[in-house]
C-alpha cells in the first residue's frame, strides 16, 4: 500500500488537478478531514463543562489583552511624542530640513513649469515615486478582487437569502424619482468638475489622485440612481482592465528609467509651455491623466466588488 | 497666541475626541459615521496647515468614498450592532406602504 | 461709509447663520425620535448656509466671486434635502414603533 508520496513520484495522482479555478469538483481528502474536523467540533462543544471553561479562559484573556492593548498604545504615544519634539516648528528656519526644498522653491516654476509646485513635485522630481503609488493602488484592487469575487464556485444558489433579496429589491434606491431626477442634474456636473480638477493640476491645488477620486465618487452617485444595469452597458471589466494597464505601462513607460539614472533624470525635450496655460508642465498633464483614471477606476471597482462581487456584468444578475 | 492657532487647536482636541469616541460607541453605524467626521475635521485641519490638495483629497476619500465601503460592509453581513446577531429578521415589519 | 455698511451687514448675517447652526446641532442633540432630528438637521443644511454664504458673498470682493458663491447654495440645496428624504423614507418603512411616538389628532 503506497502512500501519497510515493503514489506522486509513480505519476499516479496530479496535483495541480484541483488548484485551478475552474475546477468543479472538490478535492475529496480535504472535503473528508473537513467532515471529520466539523464532527469533533460539534462533539466538544455539547459538553457543558468544556464551553464553561473556553468561557472562563476567554474572559481571563480579555483582561490580559486590554491592559497590553493599553499599555503599548501609551508606549507607541510616547514615543511618537519625543520624536516630533525634535523636529524644528512650523515655518521656522532650519538649514538641515530645507536644503532641498529652497531648490524646489525658486527653481520649481522654471525647471518644471507648473505653477502648483506639489503637483510639479510629486510629477516631476519625484515621479518615481509616484508610479510606486499607482501600483500600490492596482495591487489594493487586485487583493480585493481576489477577495470578494463571486464566480461559479461560490456563487450562493437556492433561496438561503430570500428575506434579504426581498429587503433589498423593497428599498432600492433605483427606483426612487426625486433621486433619479436630481441625478441627472448632479452626475454630470460632479464629473465635468472631476475632469477639471484633473486637468489642471499644474496651474492650481488638485491634481491625479483628487480629480480621480472625485470621478469615482460620480460613477458612484449614477450607480445608486440608475442602477448597476445603467452601468454594465460602459463600464466592463475588459475596459477597466485595458484602461488601469494602459495608464499604468504608460507611465512606467514614461518615468521608469529614473531608477538607473537617478532622481535628477534625462533631459527630457517635451517643451515646457507658458505657467498658467493647461498645456503646460512638459510632462506631467499626461501622467495626471495616466494616475487619475487608475483612481477613477479603483475607486468604482472597490466599490461594485463590495457591492455585488464583480466588475462588469459578465454573470448576469446576482444575489447583491 | 493667536486667533487661528486656538482653533487649531480646539479643532485637534475635537479629533482626539473623535478618534476615541469611535472605540467607545455601543453601535457599529455610529462608529462609522463618527470615522467619517473625523476624515472631515482632518480636511479642515489641512485647509488651515495650507494645503488644499491634501483637502480635497481627504474630503473626497475618506468622508466619502472609505466611509461608503464601510457602510457596505455593514450591510453585507447585516449587522447593526455589535451583540445582535446577523439578521434573521423577515421583510420590512413597518407601517408605510409602497405605493 | 461704504466699508462701515458693508462689515456690519456681513456682521449680523454671519451671527444669524452661525444661530441656526448652533439651533440645528442642539436639536439634533436634544430630540429623542428620529423624524424630530431629520427636522432639525434639516434647518443648518439649509437657512444656515444661506446666511453664511450670503455674508460671505456681501463682503467678497468681486461680482464674480459672490456668483460663484451662489453656485455653492445651489448644490447644496440640491443634494441635502435628497439625503433627509431618504434617511425619512427609511425610518417610516422600518420603525415598526414609529406611530407610538406621534400624536393623533
Known amino acids: 500500500m503506497k502512500n501519497a508520496f510515493q503514489r506522486w513520484l509513480d505519476g499516479d495522482i496530479d496535483l495541480m488537478a484541483n488548484i485551478s479555478d475552474a475546477a468543479r469538483e472538490h478535492d475529496h481528502a480535504r472535503a473528508d478531514i473537513k467532515e471529520r474536523d466539523k464532527k469533533i467540533a460539534r462533539e466538544i462543544d455539547s459538553r457543558r463543562e468544556t464551553v464553561l471553561m473556553i468561557a472562563r479562559e476567554r474572559e481571563g484573556l480579555k483582561m490580559v489583552y486590554d491592559v497590553i492593548a493599553v499599555i503599548c498604545c501609551v508606549l507607541v504615544i510616547l514615543v511618537f511624542m519625543y520624536i516630533i519634539a525634535q523636529l524644528p516648528l512650523y515655518g521656522a528656519e532650519n538649514v538641515r530640513a530645507t536644503t532641498v526644498a529652497e531648490r524646489y522653491i525658486e527653481h520649481g516654476l522654471e525647471e518644471t513649469g507648473a505653477i502648483n509646485i506639489v503637483s510639479g513635485m ?3 522630481y519625484r515621479a518615481f515615486d509616484t508610479l510606486g503609488e499607482s501600483h500600490v493602488l492596482f495591487t489594493a484592487l487586485i487583493c480585493v478582487m481576489i477577495l470578494l469575487r463571486v464566480d461559479s464556485k461560490n456563487q450562493r444558489k437556492g433561496f438561503e437569502d430570500y428575506y434579504a433579496t426581498m429587503r433589498e429589491t423593497y428599498f432600492a434606491s433605483e427606483k426612487d424619482t426625486i433621486l433619479r431626477t436630481i441625478g441627472i442634474f448632479l452626475v454630470p456636473c460632479i464629473f465635468v468638475y472631476g475632469i477639471y480638477v484633473l486637468l489642471n493640476g499644474q496651474n492650481s491645488p488638485g491634481g491625479g489622485f483628487s480629480g480621480g477620486a472625485i470621478m469615482g465618487a460620480a460613477m458612484i452617485i449614477f450607480t445608486s440612481a440608475f442602477g448597476f444595469d445603467r452601468v454594465d452597458r460602459f463600464f466592463t471589466l475588459k475596459l477597466q482592465t485595458y484602461v488601469t494597464f494602459v495608464a499604468l505601462s504608460f507611465y512606467s513607460f514614461a518615468k521608469g528609467y529614473v531608477f538607473f539614472t537617478g532622481a535628477n533624470g534625462l533631459e527630457n525635450h517635451i517643451p515646457k509651455g507658458t505657467p498658467g496655460a493647461i498645456l503646460s508642465g512638459g510632462l506631467i498633464l499626461p501622467l495626471d491623466v495616466a494616475v487619475g483614471l487608475v483612481v477613477a477606476c479603483t475607486m468604482f471597482g472597490f466599490y461594485s466588488l463590495f457591492r455585488r462581487g464583480q466588475i462588469g456584468g459578465s454573470l448576469g444578475r446576482i444575489n447583491s | 497666541m493667536d486667533l487661528s492657532e486656538i482653533f487649531k487647536i480646539i479643532l485637534i482636541v475635537l479629533l482626539i475626541g473623535c478618534a476615541v469616541a469611535v472605540n467607545l460607541t455601543p453601535s457599529l453605524l455610529q462608529a462609522v459615521i463618527i470615522f467619517m467626521s473625523y476624515s472631515s475635521v482632518m480636511c479642515l485641519l489641512w485647509i488651515l496647515m495650507e494645503s488644499p490638495d491634501l483637502a480635497i483629497t481627504e474630503a473626497a476619500v475618506g468622508a466619502g468614498v472609505s466611509g461608503l465601503l464601510f457602510l457596505v460592509t455593514l450591510k453585507k453581513i447585516r449587522r447593526e450592532d455589535e451583540n445582535a446577531e446577523p439578521g434573521e429578521t423577515g421583510p420590512a415589519e413597518g407601517k408605510g406602504s409602497r405605493r | 461709509m461704504m466699508e462701515w455698511i458693508r462689515f456690519w451687514i456681513t456682521a449680523v448675517l454671519l451671527v444669524c447663520g452661525l444661530i441656526s447652526f448652533a439651533a440645528g446641532v442642539i436639536g439634533n442633540c436634544r430630540f429623542n425620535y428620529v423624524m424630530n432630528r431629520m427636522h432639525a438637521g434639516g434647518v443648518g443644511d439649509t437657512q444656515g448656509l ?31 434635502p435628497v439625503s433627509s428624504h431618504f434617511l425619512s423614507q427609511i425610518e417610516y418603512y422600518t420603525n415598526p414603533k414609529l406611530f407610538d411616538h406621534m400624536e393623533r389628532l
Open chain 1, 122 to 124: 510629486i510629477l516631476d
Open chain 3, 50 to 80: 444661506l446666511l453664511v454664504v450670503l455674508a460671505v458673498a456681501v463682503s467678497a470682493g468681486s461680482i464674480m466671486d459672490a456668483a460663484k458663491l451662489f453656485l455653492l447654495v445651489v448644490f447644496m440645496w440640491n443634494t441635502s
